[in-house]
Each structure stands twice: as C-alpha cells, then as structure tokens.
C-alpha cells in the first residue's frame, strides 16, 4: 500500500514523476507535441490554427477549437496550459478543451505560449495577455460575445489564468474577462503553505520540483511585476472575475490554491471550491475514469453559469462550496 490514500482509478500513476532537467527539456516537449498532435479531436469539434503577435510581437500559436453547430456570438474559453512554465500541453488537454467546448458550449482559445526556462518571466505570462487582447480585438471575426470571455488554465496555467485578470484590470483593459477557473493552480512563489512543506514526494508533483519550476520560471528575476509571477502575492484581489478554484487532496499546490480562492472570495468574488479527494496533481490524464469525468462535469457547470447573462447579473453572494 503506497504512503497516500490515493484514488483507485489512479494508482498506476502513484510512481510517475515529472522530469524537468533541463537538458531534457527539447527532447520531453518534442514527444508531447508529437502526442497532442496525433491525438485525435473530438468528434463534432473544428479546429482552426493562428498565428499571432505575442510579447514584444514574436509570433506565437492560437488553436480555436468550436463545436460544429455553435452559431455565432458564442462564449469562449481561453485556455492555458499547465506544464511548470516549462513543458508544452498533454495529450490530456486536448480531451479537456474538447470536453469544455462541446458540453457548455464554447469556443475554446487554446494558447501556445513560449516556455521556460529559453522563455524566462514575463514572456510566458504576456504571451498570454496579447493573446486575451487578441482574442477581444477580433470577437467579431471569431464569432464570440465579447462580454462573455472566460480564462482557465491548470497548474502553471492557473498561474498565467490568474496573471491575466490582474493585467486586465491593472492596464484597464477595454475587455473584461467574465469567470476565472484556476485547476490546482500554482500562485505563490514563495512555497511556505503547510502542503508545500508536506509534500516533498507525492506522485505526478511535489515542492522539490515546484522548487525547480520556480527557478527556471524567474531565472531573470520579476522584473519588478512579482504578482503577475506570483498572483498570490498581488497587493489587492478587488475587481477580479468570480471564480470556480479546484485543488488536489495529495498535491503540494493545494493550500496556496485554497488561499487564492479565499482571497477572491474576501474580496467580493463569487467563488466555487472544489477540494476533490484522493487526487493528484495532473490527475486528468485518467482521462475516462468516473473520478475525472466528475470533476469536469463540475468544470463545465462552473462554465454553464458563468457564461448566462442572467447568473452575470446576480449580486456577489458567500458561495464558496466544498466537494
């Protein structure tokens, strides 16, 4: 019997561990793209490839993913993610943006930023704002509702997710970002939660790695703009989108996700959380098992709400909720 008491849909994953050396690095990302690419979409869903100005106008990738009865004027999700600012997305994400897309229904944005640690802090994160900007100049074009953009991201996605809303209110961004949905986010570089001291060798992720991630990840330091690094270190959390936070029970990223989700949530945020059990970081890629199809059904309900002009219009409420 392993140390944790993991789900049983996820025990073959109770020895995997990412791998971040360096030197690894190109050769790891080059078998993910290879299995993202040849992964299938899911039935019903278009997917349409962009190039576009990022940071400092390099040109980075946009997949639009859509269903193929959705009119216009639809919701979209921007996508961002996960991979400890280093590793490009899973096989997995691409279920994932299928899933959101056809069972909301959304337009689904998924965002190829640059990677660390060649792409050290802010290129990441302002990848990810040109991108939202992007995505707003050009609703029309998209056939999105401007008024109804949401951003996700998991893990170091989460982060980016976050590092978003903060810029768009901060540089007042003519486009508002609708919802936030953070999937055991990172958010606080300085790793001092009782999880991040705990958890030094749970499956998938633990705080040595997280170590490492942070390391790559602020090579060059913050640039004096430490809380679009670490949200979890912004000076306020007002005027921020509401909000659906899932964290994972054996994952060293859980209480500072908890912690971001209270300090939306004290100031003024609709927030859902969502502490699952018996999980671990990155548990998704089961992707077919009854505890991930839960948790995205959850998602995509968080989604259903967040995207109806008549939940929009509802007064702030207490709705932090426990699973």
């Known amino acids: 019997m392993g140390k944790y008491s993991i789900h049983s849909d996820l025990k073959k994953y109770e020895q995997f561990k990412f791998k971040l050396n360096p030197g690894l690095l190109p050769v790891i990302n080059t078998v993910l793209a290879i299995l993202l690419k040849t992964k299938k979409n899911a039935k019903g869903i278009i997917a349409t490839k962009k190039k576009i100005p990022g940071y400092q106008n390099a040109l980075i990738d946009l997949v639009v993913y859509e269903p193929e009865t959705i009119g216009k004027n639809a919701p979209c999700l921007m996508y961002l993610h996960g991979g400890a600012f280093a590793l490009k997305a899973a096989a997995h994400h691409k279920y994932l943006i299928g899933e959101y897309a056809l069972k909301t229904p959304c337009k689904v944005v998924f965002v190829d930023y640059r990677l660390a640690p060649r792409h050290a802090f802010p290129v990441a994160a302002e990848d990810c704002y040109a991108a939202f900007e992007w995505i707003g100049n050009h609703a029309d074009a998209l056939g999105i509702d401007p008024g109804r953009i949401a951003i996700s991201g998991d893990s170091a996605g989460g982060a980016l997710a976050a590092a978003v809303t903060h810029m768009a209110r901060d540089r007042k961004s003519?486009?508002?970002?609708?919802?936030?949905?953070?999937?055991?986010?990172?958010?606080?570089?300085?790793?001092?939660?009782?999880?991040?001291?705990?958890?030094?060798?749970?499956?998938?992720?633990?705080?040595?790695?997280?170590?490492?991630?942070?390391s790559m990840y602020l090579r060059d330091g913050d640039h004096g703009m430490r809380a679009y690094a670490s949200p979890m270190e912004a000076a306020s959390f007002e005027n921020l989108p509401n909000a659906y936070v899932e964290v994972s029970e054996f994952d060293c990223l859980r209480d500072e996700g908890i912690a971001y989700a209270q300090a939306l949530e004290k100031n003024g945020c609709r927030v859902i959380l969502n502490k699952t059990a018996g999980t671990v970081h990155g548990f998704e890629v089961a992707e077919k098992c009854g505890l991930t199809c839960k948790c995205v059904a959850e998602r995509i309900n968080a989604l259903q709400n967040a995207f109806c002009k008549e939940a929009m219009a509802e007064e702030p409420k207490d709705s932090i909720s426990l699973a």
């Open 174 to 214: 003519p486009f508002g970002i609708c919802y936030q949905m953070l999937i055991y986010p990172v958010t606080d570089a300085r790793m001092t939660t009782q999880t991040m001291k705990n958890y030094t060798d749970t499956p998938v992720w633990d705080s040595r790695l997280n170590a490492q991630m942070w």
